[in-house]
Each structure stands twice: as C-alpha cells, then as structure tokens.
T-cell receptor
C-alpha cells in the first residue's frame, strides 16, 4: 500500500499525559500537512511542512503542540499535557509539488489517529 | 477570512436518484477547490480538484462545477448507489495562506437501497 499511513489509529490517554502520533506520507511527496477534526465538523488546519521545513502553523497549534519532520520524510505530532478538549481525529495529508510555488497539487489523506483524552 | 458552507447538512435519497450537493465560500480569490469523501471514522478521499481556470471536472458518475465569481461549487452525483453513502466535504485554500485548506462541515449523504 503506497498511501499515507498513520500510527497509532486509536489512542486513549489520561488528561495531563503526553502523546505522539506518527505520519508516513506517500513516498517522495515533499509536502506534509496535519489537520484536526472534531465530530460533525470539517478538518481544521494545524501545520504544513515542505520537505523538512515547517512553513505554516495555525493559531490552533498552541505551545503544547509540536510537529517535526526531521528528514523530510515521516512526521510526528506531539501533544504535551493533554486536555479533554484535545480529543479529536488527527489527520495527516501529503502532496507532491513539482515547483516551489505549485498550487495545483492534490492533498492525499491518511486514515487518521483518533485521540480520546479521559 | 475564508468561510465555507455546505448545504444541506444531511441528505437521504433512494437508490438511482441524481443529486446535487452545494458548497459556498466567502473569498472568491481561490486558485482551486477540492471535493472529498469521508466514510465514518475514516480519513478523506480526494474526489475531484477543480482549478480556478476550469468550470467543471468529471470523474465517472461525479461532476463538479465551480463558479468563482459567485463563490459556489456543486457536486453532482448521477444514478446514486448505496455505496455512495458517506460525508462529502468541499475545501478551498485559506485566505492569505499558501497551503492551508478551509473545509466545510460536510453533507452527510445516505442512499437507500
């Protein structure tokens, strides 16, 4: 399977604990995105990487959230001191841009990691 | 600020019916619009991407149209099937951003056999 993969698929944690999610994009996709989706809503943008550089961050990404893409391949999203309001589906997407300013690329989404904070 | 609205929020139709899903956006300065499908508890599947220079895109039984000036897009599904049951989301680039997408809340479609 050459699609976007995410691990774990489900995570249940207690309030105050730290959690880390992993995203493996489609091979050779240079752009990677994180979104958060709550029940009944569309996804909300969190952050975007082009290769290893984190180029955009949403105001939703508080200082408890940090994302990395150290080698321009897989990415991790860490949430520190989780709160009940962090319960959501965390989606990762990737895309391939031939040129730096390319705006025509389609984002391909992974299956998501569902986080439940008790 | 870009805002995306999808109407209706839910739709139930008998199998075989043709149907139209609507999407409207407030900032018409977009360079593309995407339609996605999401099955319960799953990720998103890209259905169609329409560039701003295009008015329509077709894929199988799906046809998406884009009217930038009026801030509207429609997704037409012909001869609906129970397997089409899912939530359909549209997304446009966020105002002032190079890469962010702003999504609507989706239309939950149920096709009854």
């Amino acid at each position: 399977d050459t699609g976007v993969s995410q691990n774990p698929r489900h995570k249940i944690t207690k309030r105050g604990q730290n959690v880390t999610f992993r995203c493996d994009p489609i091979s050779e996709h240079n752009r990677l995105y994180w979104y958060r989706q709550t029940l009944g809503q569309g996804p909300e943008f969190l952050t975007y990487f082009q290769n290893e550089a984190q180029l955009e961050k949403s105001r939703l990404l508080s200082d408890r959230f940090s994302a990395e893409r150290p080698k321009g391949s897989f990415s991790t999203l860490e949430i520190q001191r989780t709160e009940q309001g962090d319960s959501a589906m965390y989606l990762c997407a990737s895309s391939s841009a031939r040129l730096a300013g390319d705006r025509t690329d389609t984002q391909y989404f992974g299956p998501g990691t569902r986080l439940t904070v008790l | 600020k870009q805002e995306v609205t999808q109407i209706p929020a839910a739709l139930s139709v008998p199998e075989g019916e043709n149907l139209v899903l609507n999407c409207s956006f407030t900032d018409s300065a977009i360079y593309n619009l995407q339609w996605f499908r999401q099955d319960p508890g799953k990720g998103l599947t890209s259905l169609l991407l329409i560039q701003s220079s295009q008015r329509e895109q077709t894929s199988g039984r799906l046809n998406a149209s884009l009217d930038k000036s009026s801030g509207r897009s429609t997704l037409y599904i012909a001869a609906s099937q129970p397997g089409d049951s899912a939530t359909y989301l549209c997304a446009v680039p966020t105002s002032g951003s190079a890469r962010q997408l702003t999504f609507g809340s989706g239309t939950q479609l149920t096709v009854l056999p």
